[in-house]
């Protein structure tokens, strides 16, 4: 049986609101007992909304976040820190400079190292989730692949982070902000499957009639390495946080 669930609300933002107050209350709670929240965050267009909202509980509610270690899922290969193509240039832009977390609790993978470091980065990754005692809360978005993070199709359950190859459909997506197809990375190094399900809560935010397909096609197919993100359905607090649009095509 599947244990994930499902909220559907009438727009993106109502559904990012959702989520920021899950995290505020995790945050609060850790803070109150001296005790650390640790966060998988991701990248795109999908969370920018919920960043703005966290952003705004740090400047009106005085929500701190200087007892929080995050991680981020992904990061383009190769690719330079500076760049604004880069999810370190993006995570910064949209929630780092603007909130009270220390710059030592952030971890983006790393896609400026030479490609024979890239196999023991990737090994540090991991093992550094896991010294932080593993990640409270992961939030994810998902592509017309069924891709969380860069795990493309033929990503297997048992994966960890690793360097990978993007798919053609992720590269046609990220073109226009690439100013064409031929200037994407055709690599990333990504958080893999089994990373993202040793998180203990899982918020998977879609929204918009782009979305309902693959949103459908994650929660009524079986598992399948074809569409990774139905992975989800073995994890056992997963939610998919929804707008009415993306939750279209799914049964009554």
Not at 60 to 74: K, M, Q, R, W
Not at 151 to 167: H, I
Request: charged fraction near 20%; hydrophobic fraction near 35%.
């Amino acid at each position: 049986m599947s244990k994930y669930t499902t909220e559907v609300f009438d727009s993106a933002i109502d559904g990012s609101k959702f989520v920021a107050n899950k995290i505020k209350a995790l945050i609060e709670k850790n803070n109150a007992e001296g005790k650390k929240t640790v966060l998988g965050l991701a990248t795109g267009s999908t969370p920018v909304k919920m960043y703005k909202e966290l952003i705004r509980m740090h400047n009106e509610e005085g929500l701190s976040f200087a007892n929080v270690v995050t991680f981020n899922l992904d990061e383009y290969y190769p690719m330079e820190k500076n760049s604004e193509h880069s999810y370190w240039y993006f995570m910064h832009e949209n929630l780092f400079n603007h909130i009270d977390v220390k710059p030592e609790n952030i971890n983006i993978p790393l896609g400026n190292l030479p490609q024979e470091e890239v196999d023991q980065h990737c090994l540090d990754y991991e093992a550094k989730i896991d010294a932080e005692g593993g990640l409270d809360i992961q939030i994810l978005g998902i592509g017309r692949t069924g891709h969380i993070g860069f795990n493309e199709p033929g990503s297997e359950l048992d994966s960890v982070t690793r360097q990978v190859t993007l798919a053609q459909i992720t590269i046609d997506d990220a073109a226009p902000g690439f100013g064409g197809v031929e200037n994407v990375p055709a690599k990333a190094i990504t958080m893999g499957v089994a990373s993202v399900l040793k998180a203990r809560c899982i918020y998977l935010m879609a929204y918009g009639e782009n979305k309902a397909q693959i949103v459908s096609d994650t929660l009524t197919n079986d598992i399948t390495d074809q569409v990774p993100a139905t992975y989800l359905q073995k994890h056992s607090n997963t939610v998919f946080v929804l707008d009415t649009e993306a939750s279209s095509l799914l049964p009554a």
